[in-house]
């Protein structure tokens, strides 16, 4: 290492290029690269969300219509077949509560579960959910089962 090969740490070093809006003599003086008048010139210019450049935004063209229920519930189905599915890929056995269909990534954390009746149900299963379809109840019950309801 000599002195004529010193060089700072890989990274240490940050160039932050010319200083902008300090004066004539900086050569980035005057405007301070923000072009002249308009909106985006002045200080606190924040655009705003879906801002279309006073362009009527497309959120206010598009028509709106309907109407949307705050106390709806939504559930997370959960059909016969997939049950019967995962009986046969040995992933349940005998019981299936909310924790193993969240375990086995069929409902989240916060889903409500419905369990639906599509296909048909050949195992003996303790079903726990949030809610069942008429159908499903008399296919679990049918196949030896016991459906509870949270």
Do not use: C, W
Not at 45 to 60: I, T
Not at 69 to 84: A, P
Request: hydrophobic share 35%.
């Amino acid at each position: 290492m000599d002195l004529h090969n010193l060089k700072p740490a890989e990274g240490s070093v940050k160039n932050q290029g010319k200083r902008i809006g300090r004066g004539q003599g900086s050569g980035k003086g005057g405007t301070a690269t923000r072009g002249h008048k308009g909106a985006k010139s002045r200080s606190g210019y924040s655009k705003k969300v879906g801002f279309e450049g006073g362009q009527m935004p497309l959120q206010r063209r598009v028509p709106k219509f309907g109407f949307t229920n705050i106390n709806r519930v939504e559930y997370q189905g959960v059909n016969l077949d997939t049950l019967q599915q995962l009986v046969d890929e040995k992933k349940i056995k005998d019981t299936v509560d909310f924790n193993t269909l969240f375990e086995l990534g069929l409902a989240t954390k916060n889903d409500l579960v419905k369990i639906l009746g599509r296909g048909e149900l050949k195992s003996k299963l303790k079903v726990t959910a949030h809610k069942f379809t008429a159908s499903a109840k008399a296919a679990i019950e049918a196949a030896g089962g016991e459906a509870v309801t949270l």
